[in-house]
């Protein structure tokens, strides 16, 4: 099994008030507490809101990121024990892992360590982030983690069965948009990555179902909204 150990240079340095802010989030939303996905976002994004609220909210999508690529290595690990066959975890581009993996492997966005949850910390950081992509620090670096917590959530709706609702579709649009925000920030925009680029060559519409109901409110395409978004 092949394991990525992360180098100095790929970890964001946050200041003790983000780290305090964040711990706050964490323990006051989340699947433990009452209210929809959507209104707890709301909430977050209220105490993350400002340029002051950038290095917090960044935090949480690194913190989500690294919590999600560890884990994904332990079950990879795991897997490859019990099939005998070594599973590639490539941070960059997930998408080949749950090809071969698929239906085996476990998507664990929703249960991660960290006790962060994609529709309530990831989406408020993410649209804080949007607002004021200026001030985000190492931009680059973060510009990576958006795109790989897209990659994980286009995967597991692919690959892990994963159900596609409007809470989940606008997670999906608001890390497009906000990854734009941030390359439009930088003086040089990086390359987009391979997962990125293999989705802005097709056309896969997925039904958009209520949160609360089995019922089809809306269709998304990830790849026309990326060719909409980056390609302008």
């Not at 100095?8 to 964490?26: K, N, T």
């Not at 989406?123 to 949007?130: E, Q």
């Not at 931009?139 to 795109?147: G, K, Y």
């Not at 649009?173 to 920030?185: E, S, W």
Request: hydrophobic share 45%; glycine share 6%.
């Amino acid at each position: 099994m092949r394991w990525f150990r992360r180098k100095p240079s790929e970890q964001l340095v946050l200041r003790e008030a983000d780290r305090q802010v964040i711990d706050d989030v964490r323990q006051r939303f989340g699947l433990h507490r009452p209210g929809s996905f959507g209104d707890q976002a709301n909430a977050v994004a209220d105490v993350l809101a400002g340029p002051d609220g950038v290095g917090a909210a960044a935090g949480i999508v690194h913190e989500f990121a690294d919590s999600a690529h560890q884990e994904i290595q332990g079950l990879a690990a795991a897997l490859s024990r019990s099939v005998g066959y070594q599973f590639v975890v490539d941070r960059s581009n997930y998408r080949p892992l749950w090809r071969d993996a698929r239906p085996e492997l476990k998507w664990p966005l929703f249960a991660l360590r960290c006790g962060l949850f994609p529709y309530i910390h990831v989406a408020a950081a993410v649209r804080v982030i949007g607002a004021h992509p200026k001030h985000a620090s190492d931009q680059n670096l973060l510009v990576s983690r958006l795109f790989e917590i897209l990659d994980l959530t286009v995967a597991g709706w692919e690959f892990a069965s994963v159900r596609v609702d409007t809470d989940g579709a606008a997670l999906a649009t608001g890390l497009i948009t906000t990854a734009r925000a941030v390359r439009d920030a930088m003086s040089k925009e990086p390359p987009l990555p391979a997962p990125v680029r293999e989705l802005m060559r097709r056309k896969n519409t997925v039904d958009v179902y209520a949160p609360d109901a089995p019922r089809v409110v809306a269709h998304i395409d990830p790849g026309r909204t990326l060719r909409e978004v980056l390609l302008v």
